[in-house]
C-alpha cells in the first residue's frame, strides 16, 4: 500500500488542480520559491524545489533569477546558503508596482515575524 502525501499548495482548497484541463494556480513557481525561502531560509535547494513541487534544476534557476532581480540575497555559511529577502522590493509587473513582497508573504507565509534589523 503506498501511502499519499499531501501536497500544500492544493490542500487548503480541494479540486483546485483536479479541473479538466492542464493545471494552473495564481501564484507562479516564483512566488512559491520565495515564500519557502521566507519559512525557511536555511533550506538546501533540493527541500525548496521539494517544497515548490518543481526539480532541483527549476529551484536553482528560479533562485537565480531571484538573486539577479534582487529580490533576495544569498550568503554562503560554511557549506550552505543562507538567504535574506528584500522584504520592500515592489513587484516587477506595473499593475502591482504599488505592492512589496513584503505583503505576499504577510497575506500568503506562514513562518515566524522578522526578527528586528533584518528587514
Known sequence: MTETLSDPLTEALP???????KPWTFLTHHAHLLLAIAENPDARVQELADTVGVSKRAALSIVADLVEG???????????????????????????????????IAVFGTFAPVPPGED
Request: proline share 7%; hydrophobic share 20%.
Open 70 to 104: 534582487g529580490y533576495i540575497r544569498r550568503e554562503r555559511v560554511g557549506r550552505r546558503n543562507h538567504y535574506s529577502i528584500e522584504r520592500n522590493r515592489p513587484f516587477r509587473h506595473p499593475s502591482n508596482a504599488s505592492h512589496s513582497i513584503d505583503e505576499m
Open 15 to 21: 479540486g483546485a488542480t483536479d479541473a479538466p484541463g
